[in-house]
């Protein structure tokens, strides 16, 4: 939400095995065949292990484009 830097909108949910996790990334950057556009990177707290989700190819938004 612009001007307010911590006030979050929910964007997507992913279900998965993750059963809680104390850290996320993620990038849009191509990441070889399996992630070709980008990944989502979750730690899974209980297993100390990092789950993978590709992204997929989302549209751009006017605003996205106009940046380009």
């Known amino acids: ?3 307010s830097p911590h006030k979050h ?3 997507a949910v992913l279900q ?3 059963d809680d996790t ?3 990334e993620a990038t849009h950057l191509p990441l070889g ?3 070709p556009n980008g990944a989502l990177i979750a730690m899974n707290s ?3 292990n990092f789950l993978l989700f590709p ?3 989302l ?3 006017d605003s996205a484009r106009a940046r380009k």
């Open 1 to 3: 939400v612009p001007g």
């Open 9 to 11: 909108v929910e964007a």
């Open 16 to 18: 998965g095995p993750a």
């Open 22 to 24: 104390d850290g996320i």
């Open 33 to 35: 065949g399996a992630f």
């Open 46 to 48: 209980r297993g100390r």
């Open 55 to 57: 992204l997929p190819r």
């Open 59 to 61: 549209p751009l938004t």
